[in-house]
């Protein structure tokens, strides 16, 4: 995988950050991106961006991957979407349109802050399927 940090990303007609699998991302921004801030594949770790203003998710990762210490607001679909046997750890997702936090499958989901998603379902943090575990402010 790849080491992708300290990068901001703005303004782009795709995603702001694609990966391939096994990749870590951390301390990037990421805002006003035509898809997500960061796409991320198979078993990546995303830490400590900071994704924003995007149209699809501010962060999305695939199976098996951790996402940690981001703070995704103002999205138009989702602050957070993790793919199953994933970790969302200590995140905060405010403002979002549609979901906070959306999980596929079976998830650790803990200590994160997820609030004021606005749009329909304006969901804080939920999924397909998903289990949320741990503890939570929503």
Partial sequence: GSNITGNT?????ENGINTIS????????CHSNED?????????????????DNTDAGASAANGSTLMGNTCGSNTDTG???GPGSSVI??????????GIYI????????NTAT???????????GAGGTVYGTNKY
Avoid: M
């Fill in 36 to 52: 997500s801030g960061i796409k991320a594949s198979l078993h990546s770790n995303i830490f400590g961006n900071t994704c924003y």
């Fill in 22 to 29: 096994g990749s870590t991302v951390s301390s990037n921004t």
């Fill in 9 to 13: 990303c703005y303004d782009n007609t």
């Fill in 104 to 111: 596929l499958g079976n998830n650790l989901v803990d200590q």
């Fill in 80 to 82: 957070i979407t993790a």
């Fill in 90 to 99: 200590g995140n905060t997702c405010r403002d979002n349109t549609n979901w």
């Fill in 116 to 126: 004021e998603t606005t749009g329909d379902p304006g969901t804080n943090i939920g």
